[in-house]
Every structure is written in structure tokens, then in C-alpha cells.
């Protein structure tokens, strides 16, 4: 038997055994099922006590969307202020965060099939635990303003409040030290504004419209929608980066 199938053996033996532990078959509890045991993704959406929609559970992207094509928007929609164009041109002669191991940055985060998120409902807050990099958002909905001069972050700071059955999430506070997606995406700057829609259709599908307002690189605001799907009978995972251990000369565009 050779080395490569000996390593393969070991290889599946161990996610075996790791599968048993991580619940990614444990039936999701209070969900409408059909005759056969599979959801009814198509059934109502839940409702939370006071009558709002319950956005939790797990969810995935239908598609990626980090890149202009995949977000289906036009040449005009995207329109770069001088400094954006500068950024905009640092972007592609660079590798994205996630190449070094950095927080992904919003929207990417909840853009990428493979990588889903948590949706977690609580009294004046709910939270949203990604699985891509282990990062996590604090969405208050207790009445909060959003902080005035605020220490700029990797995901900014987040308030909500509903507008009929959509949940409108301002967020402000960010860095400037990655791009809005992956790779050499969209600049982004200090001054930005995300808005996201979140309305969820019914049990198993959830749209995200997003309004980028960035004024230091874009013209004008801009915007797109995510759709997202829920996922069941499983969990997120635990994702490390192995920070330091990629040889980094070799990932950056001479």
C-alpha cells in the first residue's frame, strides 16, 4: 500500500470520527417537515413573540457575490471618486485579507457559498456568528444610535429596527485595511455606510439588499442584493487561518 493511500486512510478516519462530534446531522428542532422528514423550506417564515419575522438559523449564499459580475451590476452603477481610483488600482496589485489570514470584511463575509452564518435572536440585540474566520456582529435593536466617533474596526458597529417585515441594519465604524470582497474587490474607506435589508421570504430563503455609502471613494452610493438559503440538521464549524505559515513574497503582484 503506498504512502498516499496510507495518509488518504488516515485522512478519512479522522473526519469520520471528527463528524460524529461536530452535530452535522442533528435533526433542527421546530421546523415544519414534509411526509418524507426533509424540510419545508417553503413553509411561512417563524414569527418572534411580538409578530416580527425570526430570522434565525443557519444561512448560506445561493452564489458568491464579490465581484462586480457576480453582483450583476453595470459599469456606471460603480462609480470611483480620484482617491477611490487610487485604492482601486492598490486592490489588484494586492492580495485580499483573507490571503493574510485577516477578518473578512462585510459583505464578503456572508457572500460565499461553503461558508455560512448564524443567525441568533436576544432581547435588544441579535448577533451573527460567521463561520469564515470565526467573526462575529453585534446588531443592537434596543434604540441605540450608532456611536459618533467610534474606534474604526474590521466590522464596524451595527443598529437595527424594523421597517415592516425587514429588519434595516445601519453599520459605521469601519478600517480602511481591506476591500469590500475578496482579492483585489471594491476600496473601501473610514467614511463608510452599510445599510442592509434583511426579509426573510419564508422558512428556507432570506434576501440581504445592501447600500454601499462610501463618499471618500465612490461618486455615489450603490447597491445589490444577496440571496441566501437556510441550512438544517447542521452547524458551523470552528475556521482557523494559519497566520504566518504562507510564504507571502510569492502572493503579492510584482
Known amino acids: 500500500m503506498t504512502i498516499r493511500v496510507n495518509r488518504a486512510i488516515a485522512l478519512l478516519i479522522c473526519l469520520c470520527s471528527a463528524s460524529f462530534g461536530q452535530w452535522l446531522d442533528y435533526p433542527t428542532a421546530g421546523i415544519p ?6 424540510p419545508n423550506l ?8 411580538d409578530g416580527k419575522p425570526d430570522l434565525s438559523g443557519i444561512w448560506e449564499a445561493d452564489k458568491y457575490y ?10 456606471d452603477e460603480v462609480v470611483l ?18 490571503v493574510r489570514c485577516l477578518p473578512m470584511s462585510l459583505p464578503a463575509m456572508s457572500g460565499i457559498p461553503g461558508f455560512p452564518f448564524k443567525v441568533l435572536n436576544s432581547t435588544g440585540v441579535i448577533m451573527i456568528l460567521y463561520e469564515s474566520f470565526g467573526g462575529f456582529r453585534q446588531v443592537f435593536t434596543d434604540g441605540r444610535q450608532l456611536p459618533e466617533d467610534p474606534n474604526p474596526t474590521w466590522v464596524g458597529y451595527s443598529v437595527g429596527k424594523w421597517e415592516g417585515d425587514s429588519l434595516v441594519v445601519h453599520t459605521t465604524g469601519f478600517n480602511d485595511a481591506t476591500a469590500l470582497g475578496l482579492g483585489g474587490g471594491h476600496p473601501r474607506s473610514e467614511s463608510l455606510h452599510i445599510v442592509e435589508r434583511f426579509r426573510r421570504r419564508d422558512l428556507g430563503h432570506m434576501e440581504i439588499q445592501f447600500t454601499i455609502d462610501d463618499p471618500k471613494v465612490y461618486v455615489k452610493p450603490w447597491s445589490f442584493k444577496e440571496d ?14 494559519d497566520e504566518n505559515e504562507r510564504d507571502l513574497k510569492h502572493m503579492v503582484d510584482k
Open 228 to 241: 441566501m438559503h437556510l441550512l438544517t440538521d447542521t452547524e458551523i464549524l470552528e475556521y482557523i487561518c
Open 42 to 49: 417553503s413553509a411561512p417564515a417563524p414569527k418572534l413573540p
Open 33 to 38: 417537515r414534509m411526509p418524507d422528514g426533509k
Open 81 to 98: 471618486t480620484p482617491e477611490g481610483e487610487v485604492l482601486w488600482q492598490r486592490q489588484k496589485r494586492a492580495r485580499g485579507a483573507g
Open 66 to 75: 464579490l465581484n462586480p459580475l457576480s453582483l450583476g451590476l453595470k459599469p
